[in-house]
Nanobody, 122 residues
Framework: QVQLVESGGGLVQAGGSLRLSCAAS????????MGWYRQAPGKERELVAT???????NYADSAKGRFTISRDNAKNTVYLQMNCLKPEDTATYYC????????????????WGQGTQVTDSS
């Protein structure tokens, strides 16, 4: 079983910064792609950024230049550094992992975290 646990959300004023973390637990050998998605009230879940196991990144246009995704493969953890936050960044942020190999040979196509809330306090 794979579990993703996010942390780091909270209240932040416009222009501020937050760093989200997501750790994957379980008997994991590798994770192909890890990423962050978000869902604002009344809207569909959307991509924020993804990163492959060898460090290739992909960003939504709304995140380019302000957000930075990174990962620590040894810790099966992905981070999202968010700078210059805007009110429209208010959302629940979800961690995603795709292509997960377990030590016992298990494979999971995808797993989601429970989400962490980021809210503009302006």
């Amino acid at each position: 079983q794979v579990q993703l646990v996010e942390s780091g959300g909270g209240l932040v004023q416009a222009g501020g910064s937050l760093r989200l973390s997501c750790a994957a637990s379980g008997s994991i050998i590798s994770i192909n792609i890890m990423g962050w998605y978000r869902q604002a009230p009344g809207k569909e879940r959307e991509l924020v950024a993804t990163i492959s196991s060898d460090g290739l990144t992909n960003y939504a246009d709304s995140a380019k230049g302000r957000f930075t995704i990174s990962r620590d493969n040894a810790k099966n953890t992905v981070y999202l550094q968010m700078n210059c936050l805007k009110p429209e960044d208010t959302a629940t942020y979800y961690c995603n992992a795709e292509g997960i190999w377990g030590r016992d040979g298990s494979w999971w196509k995808s797993s989601w975290g429970q989400g962490t809330q980021v809210t503009d306090s302006s």
